[in-house]
Structures are given as C-alpha cells and as structure tokens.
C-alpha cells in the first residue's frame, strides 16, 4: 500500500540513465540547485536532490544503478497496463515533437506540446489522477498537418482514441455500471466483464487456504474463443521483451548484493520474472520483507491493485532507495511500539492482531522511481500486500524524506493562507503542519496497514469488498495516524514536544482538505474517484456530519467564503476512533454493504455550490495542484576495460529531455507503428 500525499505535497518522481546519456542533456548536480523544472497546465514538475549519494561505497553505487536500470527496463509495461494504444500513441507524438520543423509559435503547437507533456506525466493518454481521457487543445485537421509534415504514421483505433469519446475513463468505478467492461486499463480483454472476474477467480484455490495466492496479480485476463484465459507477465509470457531486460539489470544487481539475505531475496524475484510463479511471488515477498539490512533497498514488479476495477492487477513500478540512518533511528521508536499501538485501539478485541510481528520503519532517500510510481510518487509505502504476510512475517515501512523535502522547498503558493479559518489555525500549520503530515504519514504506513486482521474464514478485501478494498484500506490506515496523533504517547516516546499543537495542525489539514481544498484537483461537476481523494472525503464527511449535534466541526461563512473549523479537537478525536473502529469491523466482516453505504454515501458526490466557490477562490493562486518529478540521471564512468570506477549524479536538462531519453533508451515493448 502506498500513501500519496495531501494537497501541498502531491505525487511524484521517475529514473536515471544510461551508460550511453547524452551528457548534454544533464547538468552537474553540485550547481545551484533549483527543485522547480517547469509547470504546465495542472501540472508542475520538480525535481529531488540523492543527499548522501557520496557516502556510499562504489558497490552500492553499482547496486542503486543496476537496481534503477531495472526499474527503467520496465517502464513501457506501464504505458501498456494503463491503455492498449498508449506505446503507439506515444511513439507518434514523440516523432512530431523530434522532427516537425514549422510554426512552433502558434497556438496549436503549444496546444500539442501540452498535449504531450500531460501524456508523459500520466504515462498515457489518461489523466493520472482523474483517470478521465486527456483533451487535446488541437483539432484533427492540425494533427493531420503534423503527422503529414514529420512523415509520422498513427491511424486506426490508436488515432481515433485521442479524439473520440470512447474508453472515456481509464478506471470506472462509478455504482450502476459494469466496472470492468467501461474500464480502458489494459488488464482486461475488450468484452470481458465484472461477472467474468468474479466467476473465474472463484474457481481458484490455493493450495494452502491461510496463505492465500495473489491470483490474477501478474496476468491479463482475456477471452479467446469465449474461453477466459490469463496472459501471464513472464519471460517468454506477455512483456517477456522487457522482463527479459528487467532481469538482466537485476541479476547484475544480485551480483553486488550487500548482504546474503538481500541477494537471496532478488534471487527469488529473478526466478518470479522468469515463471510468473504466485508461490515463488510469496516466496520473494518472505524473503524480502525479512531482509532489513544493509544501506540500499527497493520495490519492484507488479504491485498496487489501484488501476484494477476489480482490485486483482498489480501495476508496474520500482522505487530505489537509500536509507536516511539519522531520521531512521529517531522514527524507529514507532516500529519498536507497535504492539502498543495495536493494544490501545479502539478496535473490538477480535480485530486486534494478538502480536504484531516485523514491522519496520525507515526514512528514505530516494535514488530512481519507475512505472507506477513516476512521475508521480507515493510519499510513504507500505509493502508487501498480502494480509497473511503482514500478519505472520510482517511488512516494511518507509517515507520517503528527500522527496518529501522536495515538496517543502519548491515554494509556497498562497493558498494556506486563502482557506484556513483563522490566525490560530494558520500558525498551528506554519509551526507545526510539516511535521505533523511527516507523523501521519509514518503512523498510516506503520502502524496503519499493519493493524486489524481479517475474521476467520473472511476473504480477501478484494473479494468481498471489491472494487471498494483499496479506498477502504487507505481510510482505515488514515484513521489509525489521525487517532494517534491527538495522543501524548507521541510526546512521551520523543517523537514531538506538543502533542496537542501536532494533534491540532493534523486535524485542522485533514478537515479542510477533506471537504475543500482537494477540489481544486476536479472539474466542476465530476465525482470523486481517486482512492485516496475518496477515502479523505468520506473520513472527513463523515466525522463533520456525526459530530454535527455537538458542533463539532462548525461550517462558517464569512464574506461570501466558506470555511470548517474544528470547535472540539478532543470529541473530534472520538469520532476518529469510532470510525476506524468500523472500519476496521468492515475489514474484518467483510461487510460490503456497509463499506458501499460508507464510500458512495460520503466520499464519491460533492457539494457543487462548495465546489464551485473553491475553484473561484483558487483562480487566483498559478501554482498547478499536482506535482510530479524528473530524476536525477545516474552517470557511470568507466575505465578502458569497461569497469565502473565511479558514478556520478547529473540532473536531467529538463522533463522533455528525460522523457524522450527514456523512450529513446528503454523502449522493450514492439508497437504497430
């Protein structure tokens, strides 16, 4: 599970380079450093700093390149994951952009630039958050024009899916509707429906009931001859090109391991990438959870179910990180009480785990970023996914400081200061809202994701809460930071000097993001759909309405503007932990009822006068409301033998430089053009 960020923060990042950049296109990274790139319709671009990068040794240099090389290998799976014509699509506007030599002045090249920027950033023609299908600012006769002007071929469904109103939403979660069927995410075949998924993993069994299989996780399910059948992502399967060179990246990988447990571990996923196996996928999980040494660590394969309608399909990505050891021994005091966490919840009893084994909690420096975590980055992930995992071995947990740091130094917009209600509510954020979104954030990873269990007999919350499991699960996790951070055990492990003010700040962020600011991110009109805008809503709905009767959180309207304030931190509080009790009892009942009743009775329809108003008042502010990033370019050097003596880091020039560079050295996938 993954924790993207709360406005102010948002989504981010990608990779490095290879042996053969183009130096021209990076700058030495010891210039002035400026974290800002370039910013385009709803979109600003930064980039992030490796601090610490020359205290590694040159072996774990190597490890963080082959590591970074592998996550780039893969890149274009996630193009193809998120829309059957992105590659392409892709590979045509990437012509245009390279070789038309006209008017690049006119309003429609930079309707097309645009264009191919956003296409970029959402690695597809869909919008990254939204999931809706991005609008060109050009007509068809102009785009006629460039593809005849570069000699660009691009036709059939391919051309018309950028103009016309078919496969409108990537992910369609919408009640009443087929879910699957009016999805465009490519995991499906074309006429494969919600009650085709449903039949054919009911069928499956694992051999072992209490350690189930992630079924469906590393396949795309299609029909052929009205037969369902999973295409499986292996070597040799579908993606087998580039598995092929995420393989050879990793096995260079394995052979500079910093200790046996880690190299046991890419041993595993190697042989996964080979097979496809799910056991050996659990085997690897094991295996890789329990290696916790040494300073370099990663993500990589196919992961977060967030892209599938039906919650089985893991999207593509890779994060490679560095450990932070100072901020990891400051915040490891969470990880080393969680049972105390657990033990002090306002869960019901059944639902508290007995013993909560493994969890482990570090701050990152991230080094390269992939797939479905680039451009734009989760935050904080907590990883593996598998509740049986979790529950017998445990999971690990990071944050990720220097992206997070990122985010704080590339500038304040204003909009603070437009939307809080008061003084006293603008100082708590000023003094204490960074660290208190640090906090939630590792208290959401921590101890979050690896609270609560399931009933005996209970299914897997993608089975019995379907396409609500991943909204579901990120609310929960959100509940059990906002419980926590009201509480002096905060200050009594070391972790803050004023609990109360922390409390405050965090409460007093989460309200207004929850019912105000987040809807800069919508269009008038539209629904919430992403999981974590969705499961921020439905928290924050549902304490304002319950609390109502005390008041306490208070609707105010003053000059023509609207505003919640939060009258009773310490009933707010209550409700929080009312609310993650029953959310946790959904969880563990496998209640599908009440968790629809939940999300589509709190987090999904918006107050359309509140929404008008706020996206009035943001008018005024220029930043764009999501962030995303380039990645520092990893440049080795070598001796007249073809060995690395040393790795430097660069910066990419800018965001279209790094993305045709990308496209350019790490295309492993065919495509009709």
């Known amino acids: 599970m993954k924790i993207k960020s709360i406005l102010g923060i948002a989504l981010v990042a990608s990779l490095f380079l290879s042996c053969g950049d183009d130096k021209k296109e990076s700058i030495p990274e010891a210039q002035e450093f400026s974290y800002n790139v370039e910013q385009f319709a709803d979109i600003k671009i930064l980039r992030y700093k490796i601090p610490g990068w020359e205290n590694l040794t040159l072996k774990e240099q190597k490890l963080v390149y082959y590591l970074t090389q592998a996550g780039l290998a893969g890149r274009d799976m996630m193009w193809d994951q998120n829309y059957r014509h992105n590659l392409e699509i892709r590979e045509a506007l990437e012509n245009i952009y390279v070789n038309y030599s006209g008017d690049k002045t006119s309003d429609n090249w930079k309707a097309f630039e645009v264009y191919l920027k956003r296409v970029w950033f959402s690695n597809g023609i869909h919008h990254h958050y939204s999931n809706d299908k991005l609008q060109p600012g050009f007509d068809e006769s102009y785009f006629n024009e460039l593809l005849k002007a570069t000699d660009t071929r691009l036709d059939g469904m391919a051309y018309a899916a ?3 109103d078919k496969d409108s939403k990537k992910v369609n979660l919408a009640k009443g509707v087929d879910n699957v069927l009016e999805s465009a995410v490519n995991f499906y075949g074309p006429d494969v429906t919600t009650t085709d998924v449903e039949n054919f993993y009911k069928q499956k069994k694992s051999p072992n009931p209490d350690r189930p299989l992630s079924f469906g996780l590393n396949s795309q399910l299609v029909k052929e001859d009205g037969v369902l059948k999973e295409r499986v992502y292996k070597s040799g399967g579908l993606y087998g090109s580039a598995i092929d060179e995420v393989i050879k990246w990793l096995e260079k990988a394995k052979g500079v391991a910093e200790n046996e447990a880690q190299g046991y571990a890419l041993g595993l996923l190697i042989d996964y990438y080979k097979t496809g196996d799910l056991q050996t996928w659990d085997d690897y999980n094991v295996a890789w959870t329990a290696a916790t040494e040494g ?11 967030y892209n ?3 919650g089985y399909r893991g999207s593509y990505e890779t994060i490679v990180q ?12 969470l990880s080393e009480n969680a049972q105390w966490f657990e033990d002090n919840s306002p869960l ?3 639902h508290k785990k007995d013993s909560v084994v493994g969890v482990t909690y570090k701050v990152v420096t991230v080094a390269g970023e992939a797939g479905d975590a680039s451009p734009s980055t989760p935050i904080g992930v ?3 996914n598998a509740n049986w995992i979790r529950k017998e071995v445990g999971s690990k947990s990071v944050s990720l400081g220097n992206i997070i740091n990122a985010y704080n130094n590339a500038g304040s917009t204003g909009r603070l200061k437009e939307f809080v209600h008061d003084d006293e509510e603008l100082k708590l954020e000023e003094e204490h809202g960074q660290q208190a979104d640090k906090l939630h954030t590792a208290l959401h990873e921590v101890i979050g994701h690896a609270s609560g269990q399931l009933n005996p007999g209970v299914g897997e919350t993608k089975e019995t809460l379907k396409k609500y499991a991943s909204t579901l699960e990120e609310g929960r996790a959100d509940l059990v930071g906002l419980y926590y951070l009201y509480n002096p055990k905060l200050q009594e492990l070391g972790l803050v000097d004023d609990w109360k003010s922390i409390g405050k700040a965090a409460y007093d962020g989460y309200i207004r993001n929850g019912l105000m600011t987040q809807l800069i991110r919508l269009n008038l009109g539209d629904d919430v759909e992403e999981a974590h805008m969705v499961n921020r809503q439905w928290v924050s709905a549902w304490v304002f309405e319950k609390g109502k009767t005390d008041n306490v959180i208070e609707k105010v309207t003053r000059d023509g503007k609207t505003y919640f304030n939060i009258n009773d931190y310490e ?6 932990g009312q609310l993650l009790r029953e959310t946790q009892r959904i969880k563990s009942e496998g209640d599908y009822a009440a968790v629809e009743a939940l999300v589509e009775g709190y987090g999904v329809k918006v107050d359309q006068d509140i929404h008008a108003e706020v996206l009035e008042r943001n008018k005024q502010f220029t930043s764009a409301p999501y962030s995303g990033f380039v990645n520092p370019v990893l440049v080795p050097e070598m001796d007249e033998n073809g060995v690395i003596t040393a790795i430097k880091v660069t910066q990419p020039k800018g965001f279209p430089e790094q993305m045709l560079e990308y496209s350019k050295t790490y295309s492993f996938l065919p495509t009709k053009n």
Do not use: Q
């Not at 560095?322 to 005091?333: A, G, L, Q, R, T």
């Not at 009933?571 to 929080?576: A, D, G, R």
């Open 322 to 333: 560095i450990n932070d050891f100072d901020m990891s021994k400051k915040m490891s005091v």
């Open 162 to 164: 950028i103009f016309n």
């Open 348 to 350: 019901i009893e059944e």
């Open 295 to 305: 300073n370099v660590d990663y993500i990589n394969s196919f992961i977060e179910v």
């Open 382 to 384: 907590n990883l593996p």
């Open 571 to 576: 009933k707010l509080h209550t409700l929080f």
């Open 308 to 310: 599938d309608p039906s």
